[in-house]
């Protein structure tokens, strides 16, 4: 879904242009639904982080509660990754590259635009 990797808040999916595929379902989740994931930007000094891995928060037990998307070095230290999170895991909880409570943890980072926590259902 667009609105998983943010798309909408920048602009990137148009609730007014003609048909397109998929649109009815990405315009039911704008206007009706709830959107349980976000694309959030995050750090950590974890070894052999890789698009695609999975990521884990103590509500969701060994099951994931997200996934990377995108890996990069970080500046400062470590990798800075680009990750869809649940957003009730990534607001209340640790997220860990493993369901071991010992796993490395990621450190969330602001991203360069807003995301609000819970938007309202928007009216065209």
């Keep these: 879904m ?7 808040l ?3 999916v148009s609730f ?8 009815e379902i990405v315009a039911r989740m704008q206007y009706l639904g709830r959107l ?11 070894d052999g982080i890789a698009a695609g ?3 884990y928060g103590r509500q969701f037990g060994d099951q994931a509660c997200g996934t990377i998307v995108n890996v990069a070095p970080s500046p400062e230290r470590g990798v800075e990754l680009l990750a869809v999170i649940q957003v009730g895991s ?7 590259t493993a369901p ?3 796993a490395p ?3 969330l980072l602001p991203l360069p635009y807003d995301v609000p926590l819970a938007r309202a259902p928007q009216r065209a």
Excluded: F, H, V
């Design 100 to 102: 071991a409570n010992d």
């Design 105 to 107: 943890a990621l450190e």
């Design 53 to 55: 891995g999975s990521l």
């Design 90 to 96: 990534a607001t209340a909880d640790t997220i860990r």
């Design 2 to 8: 667009p609105q998983m990797l943010n798309w909408e």
């Design 10 to 12: 920048l602009g990137g």
């Design 16 to 23: 007014r242009k003609g048909c397109y595929t998929g649109q």
């Design 36 to 46: 349980k994931e976000r694309l959030y930007r995050a750090r950590t000094d974890a």
